[in-house]
């Protein structure tokens, strides 16, 4: 291994309140950690506001020799950080499609085949119109989910209605509110970009006088403890987060080794769980 700093970055463009009530980054760490501290490296993570503080971040972490790598998450199409990490020589591993990594090593998860996938199941519960509660549209990750929503939905006959959240409690409760209200039919099943939005999502159909899963079936994108202690229990399109982390950190070792050639790491394929919120 060159003689880089042992620290491995990683930045996260979130609210900090989206960051606290959601499990998602939590695991991955842990996933990450299992991995680097063993062999001798530490995880620095910063929590910044937007896409511009995180480039700064990474400038100044370049600047001061801060890390060693860092693993980016949470791209754009065409996305101008992947040529910022690039210009500065820092090692870097991006976590999502390859499409936006520009020749970087990538940890892949299919997430327009997850969302087939979990068109596929509710359509063969009978659900003709189906709801879909998104993150950021600017995400590739968004897009890619999107993109397999209306393929498999276009496929099967099924009508799609979507609405954009940003992976928060109170997104959860308005864009649910949005698809109960807003249009002329209402869905029968709708699919939540994370968890929390999915939990808050079930809140807010039972107070428009409707229930879980009799007259609405959810779906919760990411399976965790709260998916499985809540009532009823929510079925979730599952992936093992901390196996994700893990493949990142190997990933990440061998950036930093310059072992890479630019590969794909693919992660494990998500499945749906099904529990009690889908009847």
Not at 95 to 119: H, K, M
Not at 245 to 269: F, K, W
Request: negative net charge; contains cysteine.
């Amino acid at each position: 291994m060159t003689q880089r700093p042992r620290r491995v970055g990683l930045v996260l463009a979130r609210a900090s309140q989206v960051l606290g009530e959601e499990p998602y980054y939590h695991e991955f760490i842990e996933g990450l950690e299992r991995l680097l501290i063993p062999a001798g490296i530490s995880v620095l993570v910063k929590v910044v506001t937007d896409h511009t503080a995180e480039s700064a971040t990474y400038q100044q972490w370049s600047a001061e020799q801060r890390v060693g790598a860092v693993i980016m998450v949470d791209l754009s199409p065409g996305d101008e950080r992947v040529d910022l990490v690039r210009r500065l020589g820092l090692p870097a591993v991006v976590v999502g499609d390859p499409s936006t990594a520009d020749g970087l090593p990538t940890v892949w998860t299919d997430d327009a085949g997850s969302a087939r996938e979990a068109v596929r199941f509710l359509a063969g519960r009978g659900h003709t119109v189906v709801g879909h509660v998104s993150g950021p549209r600017s995400l590739a990750h968004t897009q890619l989910r999107l993109g397999g929503f209306r393929a498999e939905a276009a496929d099967r006959g099924v009508t799609l209605i979507s609405a954009e959240g940003d992976y928060s409690q109170e997104s959860g409760r308005v864009t649910t509110a949005q698809l109960l209200a807003g249009h002329p039919v209402r869905p029968t099943a709708i699919v939540y970009d994370n968890d929390v939005m999915a939990l808050s999502g079930m809140e807010t159909i039972r107070k428009h006088g409707l229930s879980v899963p009799g007259d609405l079936s959810v779906v919760a994108w990411d399976d965790s403890a709260q998916c499985q202690l809540a009532l009823p229990a929510l079925s979730a399109m599952s992936h093992d987060v901390g196996r994700i982390g893990e493949i990142a950190a190997g990933a990440v070792l061998d950036a930093m080794r310059e072992h890479s050639v630019h590969e794909v790491y693919e992660a494990p394929q998500a499945h749906i769980v099904e529990r009690d919120s889908t009847g």
